[in-house]
Each structure stands twice: as structure tokens, then as C-alpha cells.
T-cell receptor, first 115, second 114 residues
């Protein structure tokens, strides 16, 4: 099956710094990528949808200036958490979909801890 | 808005036991329904899906039937194995059969003991 990777798998940072998380489709071209957030013992919440070469579409309640998403190529999307604070600590998961494929393939997730 | 409710875990069973994980949903229109599985250290994988009422999705011995009248999509397996230990997520999509953003339940941690 299709493989999606995320880097880093975990990151610890100080409050006020920015953190970038990468999501890569390794063996297919991802026309659309999705970013989800998961709190402990909670469901995955869709944050935003990004199509290659265009601006991301954010879900209601997600601050687009806080969570910057870039999808500059067909194999890479990045999520940058700007000026991170402890409440941004969470598990961030990306998924990707290719041409004419009605299925999302998920990355393993990135654990962010903000001190 | 859309929502998915699934039974809280962890669920602990002995090998070869019968498994049911309940899932109910709230959605407008006619959503597509999914079960995803997440093994330790790996990303979510699609286990099975159903895109219309009365459809049955099946894979690896797991089954789930789309019940519109009860808004349910319960996951079942007749005889579980230790290798089935994982977290299971029920999800729905009201657009494009899951090619767009998904709404997930909280996940059910399944533990199978030898």
C-alpha cells in the first residue's frame, strides 16, 4: 500500500518557539493532504485540507496564522506551529490522497510537547 | 455537525473470542462509514468501509454492516487473534467516499490475550 511518513516522530520545544512538521508521500503523488490533531483519549480532529499549489482550507476554530500549512510539491506538506505554547502540545497526524483515489493514507504521527 | 461515538476501551479478550466494537454516528445525508486500525508505532490503516445503507464491509475476518435505521456500523470478528491487538477507529465522511476530511470516534484499544 501507499506509504506516508512524518518527521520528526516526536519533538520537544520551549514555549514561544516555532516547530515544523513534515509529511511526505513516499511512493505516490499526493494531490491532497490533510492534517489532524489528536488529544489524549480523544478522537482525531481535522485541522485543515491542503491541495498542492494552493492555500490550505482550515476547519472552523483552527487559527490559520498559528498553524501554517504549506503544500508546495506533490510529495511534501509541512505544518508549522508558530509561537508554540503548552496548549499546543498534542499528537499531529497527516494523511494524503492521490489522483482519483478515494482513500486517505495516514502517517504515523508526530508527538509535540511544548514546555 | 457530524459525530461518531464508539465504545470506550480498553477491551480485553482472550484469543479466539468473539469481538464486537460498537459504533454509532450522527450525520446529515448519506455518509460513508469506515473502520481504521492503528498498530503500535504505525499510521492508521483502512480496515474496511461501506458507502451506502445495508452494505457490508469486510477484511481480514472483520465485518461491519451499514445500518441506516439504527445509525450504526458495529465492528465484528468471529475469532480474534493476538495480532489483532491495536486501536480501532470508527469514522465517517459525508463527501466523496472518504477522499475528503474524516470525522473520527475516540478509538477503542483492543487487547487480545493468549
Amino acid at each position: 500500500g501507499a506509504v506516508v511518513s512524518q518527521h520528526p516522530s516526536w519533538v520537544i520545544c520551549k514555549s514561544g518557539t516555532s516547530v515544523k512538521i513534515e509529511c511526505r508521500s513516499l511512493d505516490f503523488q499526493a494531490t491532497t493532504m490533510f492534517w489532524y490533531r489528536q488529544f489524549p483519549k480523544q478522537s482525531l480532529m481535522l485541522m485543515a485540507t491542503s491541495n498542492e499549489g494552493s492555500k490550505a482550507t482550515y476547519e472552523q476554530g483552527v487559527e490559520k496564522d498559528k498553524f501554517l500549512i504549506n503544500h508546495a510539491s506533490l510529495t511534501l506538506s509541512t505544518l508549522t506551529v508558530t509561537s508554540a505554547h503548552p496548549e499546543d502540545s498534542s499528537f499531529y497526524i497527516c494523511s494524503a490522497r492521490g489522483y482519483a483515489v478515494n482513500e486517505q493514507f495516514f502517517g504515523p504521527g508526530t508527538r509535540l510537547t511544548v514546555l | 455537525g457530524d459525530s461518531v461515538t464508539q465504545m470506550e476501551g480498553p477491551v480485553t479478550l482472550s484469543e479466539e473470542a468473539f469481538l464486537t466494537i460498537n459504533c454509532t454516528y450522527t450525520a446529515t445525508g448519506y455518509p460513508s462509514l469506515f473502520w481504521y486500525v492503528q498498530y503500535p508505532g504505525e499510521g492508521l490503516q483502512l480496515l474496511l468501509k461501506a458507502t451506502k445503507a445495508d452494505d457490508k464491509g469486510s477484511n481480514k475476518g472483520f465485518e461491519a454492516t451499514y445500518r441506516k435505521e439504527t445509525t450504526s456500523f458495529h465492528l465484528e470478528k468471529g475469532s480474534v487473534q493476538v495480532s489483532d491487538s491495536a486501536v480501532y477507529f470508527c469514522a465517517l465522511s459525508d463527501q466523496n467516499e472518504g477522499a475528503d476530511g474524516l470525522t473520527f470516534g475516540k478509538g477503542t484499544h483492543l487487547i487480545i490475550q493468549p
